[in-house]
């Protein structure tokens, strides 16, 4: 039986800067690529990401910094959005048996974080301890820990292997932030907007019945 496509299906919703609710569907991203609308791409990408990854742990409740925001669960987001955000820079359809290099790649090549994941050991540890320790584990190994202090502290602490979750998901933002604007910047026909769209591609390959 042939696949069909539903065009109406979300790729994305979120509320902008002043609260208005939108929506980006897959007809709508299709009329952007038809006319090469770099900017409206980008800011659709980084909105797609950062709200489902990131925005849902900066709402400012206390009540809920006190008694439901939680470090871990906040580095199991970081960690799909560092895997889900190399693969759209690498053009992966999908990410199966390169895990570990996603993660070395852009621990190695993100400034903020290359500073303080200096050596192979703690960008492997980082994959081996953090990433697949909570994905596969429910918890971290090795001795790595995480907290959620919000100042005072680096994103890593490389003498107690202690990731700092609030810093990590603030530089990991901008990270997203700084792919988003070089998409805007790049041309059209560049290796990165041909990476995005072998992703944007096999995403919406996906979701055909």
Known sequence: MEKTLDTSIELARYFDNNGNKKTVTIADYNSYVDRQERDLIAEFIFRRLQSRYLKPFQFEDQKYTQQFKNGFSIMANCCLLIETLQSFKNGWEDSQGKSMEAFTQFLSTETKFAKVFKSKKQKEGFYKNIR?????????TGGWTINRNRKGKNLFDN???????????IELEASLKNYSEKLKTEKWD?????NFRTKMRKIISNCER
Do not use: K, P, R, Y
């Open 190 to 194: 560049s290796e990165t907007w041909d």
């Open 159 to 169: 003498s107690t292997f202690e990731v700092n979750s609030i810093v990590f998901a």
């Open 132 to 140: 697949c320790g909570i994905l596969h584990q429910g918890e971290t």
